[in-house]
């Protein structure tokens, strides 16, 4: 299971940090990421990271504000996320991925967290 937190409401140019945890010891062996989905859009890649806290990958719309975390071999991670704008509006989701290191496509998850909302108001 994976459990993620952090969402809210936030006006533009704010910021918001989600969190991620899986129960599974397992995650700790595997990469992680981010992916978010807007209302009436694909579930786009966000961020990701390997299992050892480095390799990370952001998407360019996200490059120079977000900030993907993870302690070595933790099964948790963090998404800490500055400037935000309403484009960034949408649920986001944590997922495991199949191998070490993390990567930008859905296929490549293994495991999703349920999702929190993340809301920019302009």
């Known amino acids: 299971q994976l459990q993620a937190c952090g969402g809210g409401l936030v006006q533009a140019g704010g910021s918001l940090r989600l969190s991620c945890a899986a129960s599974s010891r397992t995650a700790s062996n595997n990469g992680m990421g981010w992916f978010r989905q807007a209302p009436g859009k694909e579930r786009d890649f966000v961020a990701s990271?390997?299992?050892?806290?480095?390799?990370?990958i952001y998407a360019d719309s996200v490059k120079d504000r977000f900030t993907i975390s993870r302690g070595y071999a933790s099964s948790t991670m963090s998404l800490q996320m500055n400037n935000l704008t309403p484009e960034d509006t949408a649920v986001y989701y944590c997922?495991?991925?199949?191998?070490?290191?993390?990567?930008?496509?859905?296929?490549?998850?293994?495991?999703w967290g349920q999702g929190t909302q993340v809301t920019v108001s302009s």
């Open positions: 990271i390997g299992w050892n806290g480095g390799g990370t």
């Open positions: 997922a495991v991925a199949r191998r070490a290191y993390g990567s930008r496509s859905r296929s490549d998850c293994t495991r």
